[in-house]
């Protein structure tokens, strides 16, 4: 059973830091592309930030420059390093493990964290 668990979220003034940290079974971590999304209130999940089991990263236009996505392959874990931190980012955020294999597409997700952002 695929495990994803989120931690590190809460609730930060706007300009301030924050770290999502999560945790996922070895077996599918090793050879998943990890990758964060989020979901604010009336809005669709969309993609954050994602990194490939080789290491290479993607984000959005909206967090460049202020994100970083990185992989803990020892421990598991992929991490979202969030600074300058913006009401605007407020959401839930979800953890996603991705891979394709037997021809199609196996998608996992974590029960998400919450992050606020006060002005």
């Known amino acids: 059973q695929v495990h994803l668990v989120e931690s590190g979220g809460g609730l930060v003034q706007a300009g301030g830091p924050l770290r999502l940290s999560c945790a996922a079974s070895r077996e599918i971590f090793s050879i998943s592309t990890m990758a964060w999304y989020r979901q604010a209130p009336g809005k669709q999940r969309e993609l954050v930030a994602a990194i490939t089991t080789g290491g290479y990263t993607n984000y959005s236009d909206s967090v460049k420059g202020r994100f970083t996505v990185s992989r803990d392959n020892a421990k598991n874990t992929v991490y979202l390093q969030m600074n300058n931190l913006k009401p605007e980012d407020t959401a839930v955020y979800y953890c996603?493990?991705?891979?394709?294999?037997?021809?199609?597409?196996?998608?996992?997700w974590g029960q998400g964290t919450q992050v606020t952002v006060s002005s």
């Open positions: 996603n493990a991705n891979h394709y294999g037997l021809g199609r597409l196996f998608d996992y």
